[in-house]
DNA sequence: TAGATTGTTAATCGATTAACAATC
DNA sequence: TAGATTGTTAATCGATTAACAATC
């Protein structure tokens, strides 16, 4: 659990809607200088109550009768989500989603740096995609440790996963984004994040049947 | 809102865990012949309560002083999810998350047909990836209607998502799948899902300074 | 000053868990 | 039959919204 100011405890859910403030932030700079939590929701989809009150996990960001500076909020946002920190990141599975994630520039535009590729197949090791070398797995636990990983991306299959998981763990890697189709076995508060795409497209099928159903 | 058994509204995280519920039962078919909510629970990381009353929105699958029937479980969610009905889609932006896409097998495996990819970029226009067509996107609203899509995919630059969803929606599209960085301006109650990979890059880093601090 | 808008507490709403009668 | 386990209702927990004093 993490706490805020107040000894409160930051729900898992405000969490999660920190980057989507940042995005918001990010789109007013420029546009205009302050915006008060009403505005902010109608924007965001949310209600005034609920921006106010994510916030103020993280401190007393606004001003009273004016609202909040964008300029400031955004930079506090962005000191909270650590972009202006260099976080060192591996890809293991030079499959299609690991070769797709490797030439995302997005992942560079907010402050994450690729510093490695690794496969089982003998054939790719070796190669380079966007001049990032592709390594055996077998190497993988000294590349993490010599090169003060951060963050382990995960694209192999799902039978893989987590032995490689494992892996990244004990070479001391502190945190995770998962892309393979499964929940991976992590010690308790170890930071995870999963991206299953085959279930998002899956519930978005239920959504459609049900929709069909009720006309 | 979508209405299930007794006239019990389906809350939507129910919907966005049977893709979960059907990934283990699909793990589960051939290893054990039934299961019961306790050892389902386990094995997902839930409760058993939240097992029974997950699957209670859909039917009443199970036998009392047994459990759940593996084989007849996955069929149902199977029917539920409509993983037996071949639902069409295209892909909107041809950059490296809809290359990747274009070429994720995983999706076929869950009955979902690529048809068609649009961009804007003319040397694209033409060309192929996997077999699949690139048209440009001023046909899309056509392709649409007489190759009878399912779902859209938008993987355009931010700025250009809430076009293409414009188009796709006016063109009779049935749910939209999107990957870029904003949220869209759907009508209420038109199925789509997200995938905000950089958002869940940015909240694991929180995670991951937050866990630091409390060191 | 008057109006606007914050940060926070209280009220409401929704989701999860516990309990248990029903029954295989 | 006795033990196991369901489906459902009630109790609890957590998240969202409403209300409002504080104050710019």
Do not use: C, W
């Amino acid at each position: 659990m993490y706490k805020a100011r107040n000894n409160r405890i930051i729900p898992k859910v405000v969490i999660e809607r920190l980057p989507r403030y940042y995005r918001y932030f990010q789109i007013l700079e420029g546009k205009v200088d302050k915006i008060s939590s009403q505005k902010l929701g109608e924007i965001m989809g949310s209600s005034a109550s609920q921006v106010r009150l994510d916030l103020s996990y993280f401190g007393e960001f606004g001003l009273q009768g004016y609202g909040y500076n964008v300029k400031k909020l955004k930079e506090e946002l962005a000191n909270i989500l650590d972009i202006h920190k260099e976080r060192r990141f591996i890809i293991a599975g030079v499959g299609n989603i690991g070769r797709a994630l490797t030439r995302y520039d997005a992942f560079e535009g907010a402050g994450f740096k690729l510093m490695g590729l690794f496969d089982i197949k003998e054939e790719l090791i070796g190669q380079s995609i966007n001049n990032v070398k592709i390594y055996h797995v077998s190497e993988m636990g000294n590349f993490i440790k010599e090169n003060k990983i951060d963050i382990g991306i995960i694209s192999v299959p799902r039978d893989a996963a987590n032995e490689v998981a494992k892996t990244m763990i004990k070479s001391g890697i502190k945190g995770i984004l998962n892309f393979a189709p499964t929940e991976l076995d992590v010690p308790e508060d170890f930071p995870i994040e999963n991206i299953h795409i085959i279930d998002k497209a899956l519930a978005l099928s239920f959504l459609i049947k049900a929709k069909e159903k009720t006309k």
